[in-house]
């Protein structure tokens, strides 16, 4: 049987921009999720030093906190992104996979809390994080 | 009356120029080349578009933009314009070395400090607009507010803002 997390998972690895960008899914349950994104030339922000541009951490760090919301086991359904805001404290190693790990800290009825950190090989140095609200959808 | 000191510029010269510029900013990254993005110009005024593309989808029922795109998309229009308004002058005064821009030596760009997005409503499966307001921007830092609709300017989808690092001069 699949469980609510199979099927996550699989809606997450089947949304086209995250597979696009590579996206992994590493680990999820109970309002926590891991997702990994490979370094890939095409995503550089910055061409002198190879540094990923920071709308792909923006990108990972919005599916990751969702995948943490839908996670939740008092969330219902579905969820969507009514604001998000990151924090770029350094620039990620080039050639390093960069992996978001985000915790729904809080659910109402309405509204879920959520924050996240991203980081590249050096996991003690942080390179972004970012703190949000999402919609909590299919609630009466 | 008294004669200006110098003739304006021939009209051709100075779009050139200008154009050299911006094209040079906005090809010279390669993930505004990934997302598709484009920017229109008028006179100094710049326009970020987004044309629709099957690969920013975040939502395959609705279906509807994934909002990281939404937030790269004002991003870069934060970055390209705050960079756009910093070499303005010397784009102005031709102290800018067009040939060596077109060679791919891309100026320096600010950093992101912090940006926020605000989610308006699910963006649609059509092309974007965005339009920055630089409300600050000072030698080392800049605050900007950026808008992006899509059919009518007055229904944004999305609007954020901005903390940025500005490069320092190379002289």
Not at chain 1, 9 to 16: G, K, L, S, V
Not at chain 1, 42 to 57: F, R, S
Not at chain 2, 52 to 62: A, C
Request: hydrophobic content about 40%; charged content about 25%.
């Amino acid at each position: 049987m699949a469980t609510k997390t199979d099927i996550a998972r699989q809606f997450i690895e089947a949304i086209p921009h995250s597979k696009s960008l590579g996206m992994r899914l590493t680990d999820m349950g109970e309002g926590v999720a891991t997702i990994e994104m490979p370094y890939d030339e095409k995503l550089v922000g910055d061409p002198e030093t190879g540094v990923i541009h920071g709308g792909a951490v923006s990108a990972l760090m919005d599916t990751c906190c969702g995948a943490a919301v839908m996670s939740h086991p008092e969330n219902p359904g579905g969820t969507a992104t009514i604001d998000l805001r990151i924090d770029y404290m350094r620039a990620a190693k080039p050639g390093q996979a960069i992996t978001a790990r985000a915790t729904c800290y809080h659910v109402t009825r309405t509204v879920a809390f959520v924050r996240a950190t991203a980081t590249d090989a050096d996991t003690d140095n942080p390179v972004a994080a970012a703190t949000g609200a999402f919609t909590v959808e299919g609630a009466r | 009356m008294k004669a200006p000191r110098r003739p304006p510029e021939p009209v051709q010269v100075i779009k050139q120029r200008r154009d050299a510029t911006l094209r040079a900013l906005v090809e010279g990254v390669p993930y505004i080349q990934y997302l598709g993005m484009q920017f229109e110009r008028k006179g100094d005024e710049l326009t970020g578009v987004l044309p629709f593309d099957q690969k920013l989808i975040g939502n395959p029922m609705l279906p509807a933009i994934h909002g990281g795109v939404t937030a790269a998309f004002l991003e870069v229009t934060a970055i390209i314009t705050l960079s756009w308004t910093y070499l303005w002058e010397d784009v102005e005064s031709g102290a800018i070395n067009t040939e060596s821009l077109e060679n791919g030596g891309l100026p320096r760009l600010p950093k992101t400090i912090d940006i926020s997005t605000d989610y308006l409503r699910s963006g649609l499966p059509r092309d974007a607009y965005a339009r920055a307001r630089i409300n600050r921007s000072g030698r080392r830092y800049a605050s900007v507010h950026v808008e992006a609709w899509q059919d009518n300017r007055n229904r944004l989808f999305a609007q954020a803002t901005g903390h940025f690092l500005m490069p320092q001069r190379r002289d």
